[in-house]
């Protein structure tokens, strides 16, 4: 009787290992985020929409801040939407990161168009944002198609 | 006295290298394009404000602007490190998987 309870637990002991290592699987990072891709594709493209039309015309009426207080709020939705998602992912540390990033470089970008003199941003100031905007979104980009080759 | 792009980058890589420890050979051309890029930034707003095109708040957003870009960078290539460590190691278990499973003769693993 002893012995048939001996090896009873033996097997349970071995079927209970067996299944907890075939899914032993190490995960440091969260899964790739396709909506979070999207969101933050949709904020590039309206960002860099925005600082073509200040190259193509820095004095036109379109690209005063006055004009452009709509693109603002909207990318602000954005950026806050994209931090919230990310903030409730596990394992999500550098996404949530970048996203809180992305919201506070929005919202400099909108008050430093706040306080240019004639409410116009210069091409100078266009060539340091576009260059710091590109870097993150691109940063950003890359992390993403890490996680999502990852997934694969 | 202006300042040097190799000024900024050299001191921002030797911070940087070790963090990556092990992973920096394959972020180092990532890294040193980034870096040199910010470093040029810095060097620009310096530039526009000695001149007078924009004003000292003017340049502190854009320094914020420009840093927070930077972090973001770093914090890119931290979580590519991550996920080539969590690979590396998945290769490992999955590579003691297979022997286990041979040695034993039934997929223990």
Known sequence: MYFIYRNRYVVSLLLGLSLMLSSCKVTLVSAYDAVSEQMVT???QITSTFFVKVESDPSSSDVAYKNCKKMYEDLKVKAATLRIRNMEIDKNKFMSTMA???????????????IKQNGLLS?????????????QYGAIFKFLMASKARDK | ?????????????????????????????????EAKGFAQNLIMIEKLKLEGKIT????????????????????????????????????AIGVVRDTVNKAIGWPLL
């Open chain 1, 42 to 44: 949709d904020m590039q």
């Open chain 1, 100 to 114: 809180v990033q992305l919201e506070s470089n929005i919202k400099d970008l909108e008050a430093l168009h706040k």
């Open chain 1, 123 to 135: 091409l100078d100031d266009v060539t340091l944002l576009k260059s710091a905007f590109e870097n």
């Open chain 2, 1 to 33: 006295m202006a300042i040097k792009v190799s000024d900024i980058t050299g001191p921002m890589l030797d911070a940087a290298k070790p963090i990556f420890a092990n992973f920096w050979n394959d972020v180092k051309p990532y890294a040193e394009k």
């Open chain 2, 56 to 91: 000292p708040e003017e340049a502190a957003i854009h320094i914020r602007i420009q840093k927070n870009s930077y972090f973001s960078v770093l914090t890119a290539i931290a979580g590519i490190s991550a996920i080539t460590a969590e690979n590396a190691l998945n290769a």
